[in-house]
């Protein structure tokens, strides 16, 4: 059964001078428990699909489904802090906050007290294979493949079952890109998650379960 679900959505930006269409009746469904690709070129429509399934905005035709409901009957703050969590390309970590402190961000505004939070954090950083020496680190004290890792805990504190990234392994060696991948993979194959990424790699995405292809705003796969 689909957690996720888009019905011909569309999308179009309005600007002063013209109108945009950048996504044409996109309709596909995603299940937990396994891992999307997003694929195609740039200009595709790629990271709008992604935004719009992170509830930053509401389609301008069409409907975004989460378990059942549409995006534009919920509260959209309250969509993304309790159903998605995103991954990013260039991590958005608190560069003043350490790993731990980054990692229980979500949960201390859920309202989780420090003590549970912080051991809360320590089990998902060991989750995306970080020692736990790195707790107390900052951002800065840790390379690009070890930022994301955290990212991925962080994300994975919300507590939601859909996890979206937009090319989370566009800043990385391909080492360190195999690394995070096979961390997503596993976290939709093994645990469960609902797990949808947006990717330039043709290696990466053959890997997916499934890879939706776009072009020009138009799902082709």
Not at 24 to 37: M, P, Q, V
Not at 107 to 136: H, N, S, W
Not at 175 to 203: K, M, R, W
């Amino acid at each position: 059964m689909n957690i996720l679900e888009l019905k011909n959505v569309c999308y179009t930006y309005q600007t002063q001078y013209q109108q945009t269409e950048a996504l044409k009746g996109i309709t596909c469904g995603f299940e937990t428990g396994r891992l999307y690709a997003i694929v195609g070129k740039s200009g595709s429509g790629k990271t709008t699909l992604l935004s719009l399934m992170a509830g930053l905005d509401l389609p301008t035709k069409g409907e975004v489904l989460c378990e059942g409901i549409s995006t534009s009957q919920m509260n959209l703050e309250q969509y993304r802090r309790e159903k998605v969590a995103v991954i990013y390309q260039n991590f958005r970590l608190f560069p003043l906050l350490t790993v731990a402190e980054n990692v229980m961000y979500p949960m201390e505004l859920r309202g989780m007290k420090a003590k549970e939070a912080r051991k809360k954090a320590a089990r998902l950083v060991e989750q995306v294979d970080l020692p736990a020496t790195a707790l107390d680190r900052y951002p800065t004290m840790l390379s690009g493949g070890e930022q994301q890792r955290v990212a991925i805990a962080r994300a994975l504190g919300m507590n939601t079952r859909i996890l979206l990234a937009d090319e989370p392994t566009g800043n990385l060696d391909t080492a360190n890109g195999e690394n995070i991948f096979s961390i997503l993979q596993g976290l939709a194959h093994t645990n469960g998650y609902c797990v949808v990424i947006v990717t330039h790699d043709p290696g990466l995405a053959s890997r997916a379960d499934r890879v939706l292809e776009l072009q020009d705003g138009v799902a082709l796969s």
